[in-house]
């Protein structure tokens, strides 16, 4: 037994005593709280709502008891109010402090309104609160650390609000939390070890925030833990491996970060009751562990955008429960004929609505039994592989199908009937392919589709007027194919249409209709490389949101309509390669958001505006125009010495002619196949033939003759009218000395050696060709 001396016990009484008497103190002082005081709370948490526009707490009538207001609960007898539930009311405001004095509540439910301000730190005095939750709304701030204090709570969902700062240490204290929800915040930090004390958690979401650092090897020590969210955040390295081994996990998802590393072979058997596994968008290499396509009760099995190679494994005829399948966007191969007969195996899946294989390298024809794969299947992404043959008619079969791409293959012959079955399709992809034949009538059975893509094939004849049935269309785009014919009215009474417009290289002809004029609501046409004819039509001035208008190396006529002045947001305009006439309208200068102008090789004569994109020359290109006055002096005529200034202005000018006259094709048409490839760089040489002067490969005495001259004689093979003698040239007031008009000459030569070497190898590209005349004129310009 411990003894203890007289004073010390004499000094412990005396301080109880003062303990007690402080504590009796702080008991007469603090109000009592009662129903009273809960309701007073309630009027205050009113207060704090903004009640302008709508009331939705017009029934919390004050001469009424709390516990008959919408939303409030109280415990049996009516004395305390025990539970407030105004979830998806709309309620606009912040919560106030007294929410605090509510001491009794255990659940607290605001989710679903548009609350902001920060989280009171009172709300740490509700400790009898089970659940919290305020997702869904606007609140700002960090998590208060004194959250900790409910010790009772089992459900805390702050999902989607603007929450920031860190995850506090102190929430190691819940010890019966069963659900975290902490997602779609901006919570930055590490992940806090300490997160493992929790050892009722059977539910954590952290995803989409802001969170870096590793994943903590500790929460593998969550033993009831079923579902794990990191997705979207910037955690980097390995997985730990002690993570695959957690065997309660039902679902588990690390999407959208920078991890690495390959997911075990084992991961089926570690993770036997894994019903969701979610690892696309990282670094994950290695192949697909076959142990996953045994996981019977799988449902959403999704690791596309990783680094994955080898082959689909066997066993998805295992998978009955299956709804998702994504695999795209790897380095996934198979091979021969029968490569994708994989997917046979799929049609065990009664309940699979989403199969994603795009963009790998898989071979093979797509097999007759893509059509008894599941009924509700919505979506089917086969683009971006090496897929060749026909597309089979049984995909006519798929009639839920929402979207399907056969993007970017090898998929030829006629594009079938039976895909006018498809009657729910919204999205067509068939884009980049070696299809043939006609459209077929039965595509405008698709009344519901808002994009279509047949772009890059060998389509041919006229465009279906059936097209007038997609009142839906946002986007067309049937570029690079061989259609012909008109542009059938049908098209452009497409109000619907929003994004693109895109018939570019086919064999169109006969005017643009009038009807142009009604795709008020379209950001970019594209009409290029067909052979239309006739003048522009002055309605094109009605498509108000144009963005990009091309309609270069047709067959216009005619002057350039002054209603384009009327497209205020316009910032690509080509109209290169027609056989426009008359002058360029003043107007244009207007056109305060135009950033590239391209009205070359037409028939356009008369001064140049000097005003808005006119002032940026390496905006416009004028050339191929040779009526065109580029200063006001030139109706006077140039000196022919002169001609060396605007030679060499118009030369330096070319060198973004191959990139900027492109613009709104490349944004249009991603990809390309080598075929239209290689029928855009042959349109690409003839414009630039015409603007710099074909070079031939002969004629080597001539090229001799040429070099030895260049560097001390040039003088000897230039026309005597070209030699600077004088400086009497000038550019905006300054004279030009001869020395540098020399070198510009020389440097233009030497351009044009470097094109003209025998070998195609060792010639200069065209594109290096151009930065080195553009080179040219800025030096001139300097000197």
Not at 30 to 43: I, Q
């Given at each position: ?16 005593v003062?303990?007690?008497?402080k504590s ?18 309630l ?15 017009l ?21 305390r ?5 105004l979830?998806?009311?709309g ?21 679903n309104?548009?609350?902001m ?14 659940v919290?939750?305020?997702?869904f709304?606007?609140i ?14 089992e459900?805390?969902d ?16 819940l ?50 833990l ?20 957690m ?20 991961v ?12 696309c ?13 045994n ?35 790897n380095k ?17 899946s ?20 893509v059509?008894?794969?599941?009924k ?8 971006g ?11 006519g ?17 006629d ?33 519901k ?53 895109n018939l ?21 046409v ?20 144009l ?24 910032e ?75 030679v ?45 002067g ?19 004689n ?37 351009v ?28 001139l310009?300097?000197?």
């Amino acid at each position: 037994m411990m003894f203890f001396p007289s004073n010390m016990i004499l000094q412990f009484a005396v301080f109880s005593v003062f303990v007690s008497s402080k504590s009796l103190f702080l008991a007469l002082e603090t109000p009592r709280l009662s129903l009273s005081t809960d309701k007073e709370a309630l009027v205050s948490f009113k207060s704090g709502i903004n009640l302008e526009t709508f009331d939705p707490l017009l029934a919390w009538d004050q001469t009424l008891s709390p516990c008959n207001w919408t939303g409030v609960h109280c415990n049996k007898i009516g004395t305390r109010v025990v539970g407030l539930d105004l979830a998806g009311l709309g309620l606009k405001g912040s919560i106030s402090p007294q929410i605090g004095n509510l001491t009794f509540l255990r659940s607290l439910q605001l989710q679903n309104n548009q609350l902001m301000g920060t989280f009171p730190d009172q709300l740490g005095d509700l400790f009898r609160l089970r659940v919290l939750n305020m997702s869904f709304n606007n609140i700002q701030g960090g998590i208060p650390p004194n959250i900790s204090r409910c010790m009772e709570l089992e459900i805390l969902d702050l999902k989607q609000n603007e929450i920031s700062g860190r995850i506090p240490e102190e929430l190691r204290y819940l010890e019966k939390l069963q659900v975290l929800n902490l997602g779609k915040n901006r919570i930055f930090g590490s992940i806090p070890p300490s997160l493992a004390n929790l050892s009722s958690l059977i539910s954590l979401n952290l995803g989409t925030n802001r969170l870096g650092g590793t994943i903590p090897v500790d929460l593998s020590r969550l033993t009831k833990l079923k579902q794990l969210d990191l997705t979207v955040n910037y955690l980097t390295g390995t997985v730990p491996p002690s993570i695959y081994n957690m065997t309660s996990l039902v679902y588990l998802a690390l999407a959208a970060n920078g991890l690495w590393g390959r997911i075990p072979s084992s991961v089926g058997d570690t993770l036997p009751n894994l019903q969701v596994f979610i690892f696309c968008f990282n670094k994950f290499s290695g192949t697909i562990p076959r142990s996953l396509h045994n996981l019977t009760r799988m449902q959403n099995l999704r690791i596309a955008h990783n680094l994955l190679h080898g082959t689909v494994p066997p066993g998805l005829g295992n998978l009955p429960e299956l709804q998702m399948y994504n695999i795209g966007f790897n380095k996934l191969v198979s091979f021969g004929k029968n490569g994708l007969d994989f997917i046979t195996s799929l049609t065990n899946s009664t309940r699979l609505n989403y199969l994603a294989l795009d963009e790998n390298l898989l071979e093979g024809v797509i097999p007759e039994s893509v059509g008894n794969l599941s009924k509700v299947l919505t979506k089917l992404y086969l683009g971006g592989n090496r897929i060749h043959g026909r597309i089979p008619a049984s995909i006519g079969s798929l009639s839920r199908l929402t979207l399907l791409n056969l993007s970017y293959n090898s998929i030829s012959d006629d594009i079938p009937q039976e895909i006018g079955h498809l009657e729910e399709l919204l999205s067509l992809g068939l884009a980049g392919n070696n299809l043939s034949g006609k459209i077929p009538t039965s595509i405008g059975s698709l009344k519901k589709l808002i994009e279509i893509d047949l772009s890059g094939n060998e389509l041919e004849g006229t465009i279906p007027t059936g097209f007038e049935n997609f009142q839906r269309l946002l986007s067309l785009d049937l570029s690079c194919n061989k259609l012909n014919g008109s542009i059938p009215k049908e098209i452009l009474n497409l109000r619907s249409l929003s994004t693109h417009l895109n018939l570019s290289n086919n064999l169109l002809t006969g005017p643009l209709p009038q009807e142009i004029g009604t795709l008020n609501g379209v950001l970019a046409v594209d009409l290029s490389n067909n052979g239309l004819s006739e003048t522009i039509p002055n309605s094109i001035g009605k498509c108000k949101s144009l963005e990009i208008l091309l309609m270069a190396n047709n067959m216009f006529t005619g002057p350039i309509p002054d209603t384009l002045t009327e497209l205020k947001g316009l910032e690509t305009l080509d109209i290169s390669s027609n056989k426009l006439s008359g002058s360029i309208p003043d107007s244009l200068q207007k056109l305060q958001g135009l950033q590239l102008l391209n009205l070359s090789f037409n028939d356009l004569e008369g001064k140049v505006p000097v005003g808005g994109v006119f002032t940026n020359l390496s905006r416009i290109h004028l050339e191929g125009n040779p009526k065109l006055c580029f200063m006001s002096a030139c109706e006077k005529g140039l000196d022919p010495r002169k001609r060396l200034i605007l030679v060499c202005i118009i030369i330096g000018s070319i060198a973004m002619i191959a990139l900027c006259s492109t613009i709104g094709l490349v944004f249009y048409l991603r990809k390309r196949k080598p075929k239209v490839t290689a029928s855009s760089d042959s349109f690409e040489r003839q414009h630039h033939m015409g603007s710099i002067g074909y070079i031939p490969p002969g004629d080597l005495s001539l090229k001799k003759w040429v070099q030895m001259a260049l560097a001390t004689n040039v003088d000897q093979v230039l026309d005597p009218v070209l030699v600077p003698t004088d400086s009497s040239l000038s550019y905006d007031g300054q004279s030009i000395a001869p020395e540098a008009q020399c070198e510009c000459l020389i440097g233009i030569l030497g351009v044009g050696l470097s094109c003209a070497v025998d070998s195609p190898d060792e010639r200069i590209s065209m594109r290096d060709a151009l930065c080195k005349l553009r080179s040219i004129r800025e030096t001139l310009l300097k000197t």
